[in-house]
């Protein structure tokens, strides 16, 4: 055993995954595609001591306790039985972005844990075991593990749902133009939405488009054709949004910002640039489109949205071990 250092990366999600066939092993109900981001990064190193009596965790520098500390802490468990190790560890994470403003964070940081859990605790795992782990912690961690374009696939067991990589960051230089038009905490999580989705009316007929969508964006990957995979990863952010509108309870992620930037981009196309848009369990909207098109992108969402932030990322990396520990 001993200490050890992962980097991972948010995705976004292309095709989503929302609502799930089994909670306690975050089983979703369909595959989704997602692309590794370069600008949403989280540190984590992992140190087991047979001193501890418990596992500790600082974010940022501020000790964690309550459900962040016992989420991770849950995870460790599943490192350690895996590994056949009894070590409690010591945890510390940097994330280089806000957590919880709808940005993703719970996807790098699992990954993060996971390759530096595992590492610290000296098992051998494959890279697909190591997706299967990363999304017992957070479903959309599983994608986080590679880099690039990524399908996780929903598979009906814990050792079928794993991630694998459709192509690597280098083969497309589609852009996520994060606008963010609030950072506030979201008040209902994927967690605890993902049990909503089948109270939706809505949900089956999303399901069933699903398979046809992922066709789509997986051809618009290996073409090269950012309209064909915008425009069916646009249709499923509003299916899925339809989806939380219309369970039970409702969630309404959307605010005025986010609507006005629908309509935004609609028009931006009408014009001639190229740009669709996804939006996840929150208000912010991701602005896809080529990297050549993303300055101007960025330009109107300035001038237009009044963001209180924005971040063009370009394909990412996946998870790796790095050297540099943070303690
Ligand atoms: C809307 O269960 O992976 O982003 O609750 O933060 O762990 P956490 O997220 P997760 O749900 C992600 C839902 C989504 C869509 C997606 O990324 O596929």
């Given at each position: 055993?001993?200490?050890?250092?992962?980097?991972?990366?948010?995705?976004?999600?292309?095709?989503?995954?929302?609502?799930?066939?089994?909670?306690?092993?975050?089983?979703?109900?369909?595959?989704?595609?997602?692309?590794?981001?370069?600008k949403?990064?989280?540190?984590?190193?992992?140190?087991?001591?047979?001193?501890?009596?418990?596992?500790?965790?600082?974010?940022?520098?501020?000790?964690?306790?309550?459900?962040?500390?016992?989420?991770?802490q849950?995870?460790?468990?599943?490192?350690?039985?895996?590994?056949?190790?009894?070590?409690?560890?010591?945890?510390?994470s940097?994330?280089?972005?806000?957590?919880?403003?709808?940005?993703?964070?719970?996807?790098?940081?699992?990954?993060?844990?996971?390759?530096?859990?595992f590492?610290?605790l000296?098992?051998?795992?494959?890279?697909?075991?190591?997706?299967?782990?990363?999304?017992?912690?957070?479903?959309?961690?599983?994608?986080?593990?590679?880099?690039?374009?990524v399908?996780?696939?929903?598979?009906?067991?814990?050792?079928?749902?794993?991630?694998?990589?459709?192509?690597p960051?280098?083969?497309?230089d589609?852009?996520?133009?994060?606008?963010?038009?609030?950072?506030?905490?979201?008040?209902?999580?994927?967690?605890?939405?993902?049990?909503?989705?089948?109270?939706?009316?809505?949900?089956?007929?999303?399901?069933?488009?699903?398979p046809?969508?992922?066709?789509?964006?997986?051809?618009?990957?290996?073409?090269?054709?950012?309209?064909?995979l915008?425009?069916?990863?646009q249709?499923?952010?509003?299916?899925?949004?339809?989806?939380?509108?219309?369970?039970?309870?409702?969630?309404l992620?959307?605010?005025?910002?986010?609507?006005?930037?629908?309509?935004?981009?609609?028009?931006?196309?009408?014009?001639g640039?190229?740009?669709y848009?996804?939006i996840?369990?929150?208000?912010?909207?991701?602005?896809l489109?080529?990297?050549?098109d993303?300055?101007?992108?960025?330009?109107?969402?300035?001038?237009?949205?009044?963001?209180?932030a924005?971040?063009?990322?370009?394909?990412?990396?996946?998870?790796?071990?790095?050297?540099?520990?943070?303690?």
């Amino acid at each position: 055993m001993t200490k050890a250092t992962a980097e991972a990366r948010a995705n976004i999600a292309l095709i989503k995954y929302w609502g799930q066939s089994d909670p306690r092993l975050n089983l979703p109900l369909t595959s989704s595609i997602s692309m590794t981001v370069d600008k949403l990064v989280t540190r984590t190193t992992v140190e087991p001591d047979a001193s501890l009596k418990a596992d500790t965790l600082s974010i940022n520098g501020v000790a964690q306790a309550g459900a962040p500390l016992a989420r991770a802490q849950r995870h460790l468990d599943r490192l350690r039985q895996r590994a056949g190790s009894a070590a409690f560890c010591r945890v510390a994470s940097e994330n280089t972005f806000a957590a919880s403003a709808g940005l993703a964070s719970s996807a790098s940081a699992f990954a993060a844990l996971t390759v530096a859990g595992f590492a610290a605790l000296g098992a051998k795992v494959s890279e697909r075991e190591m997706t299967t782990f990363a999304r017992l912690g957070s479903g959309s961690a599983a994608r986080s593990i590679h880099g690039g374009f990524v399908e996780w696939r929903a598979g009906p067991t814990h050792e079928a749902s794993y991630a694998e990589p459709l192509a690597p960051a280098s083969h497309l230089d589609l852009h996520d133009v994060v606008v963010v038009l609030s950072e506030g905490e979201k008040k209902v999580g994927s967690s605890e939405g993902h049990g909503l989705a089948e109270t939706s009316p809505l949900n089956a007929g999303r399901v069933a488009r699903v398979p046809a969508l992922l066709a789509e964006v997986r051809e618009g990957i290996l073409h090269r054709d950012i309209k064909k995979l915008g425009r069916a990863a646009q249709e499923d952010a509003l299916l899925m949004h339809a989806v939380m509108m219309t369970s039970t309870p409702s969630l309404l992620y959307w605010t005025p910002g986010t609507v006005a930037g629908l309509h935004a981009v609609r028009r931006w196309r009408e014009e001639g640039l190229m740009v669709y848009a996804t939006i996840d369990a929150g208000p912010n909207l991701h602005l896809l489109c080529a990297g050549r098109d993303a300055p101007e992108a960025a330009r109107r969402a300035r001038e237009e949205l009044a963001p209180a932030a924005l971040l063009d990322n370009a394909p990412g990396e996946g998870a790796r071990l790095v050297a540099a520990h943070l303690f």
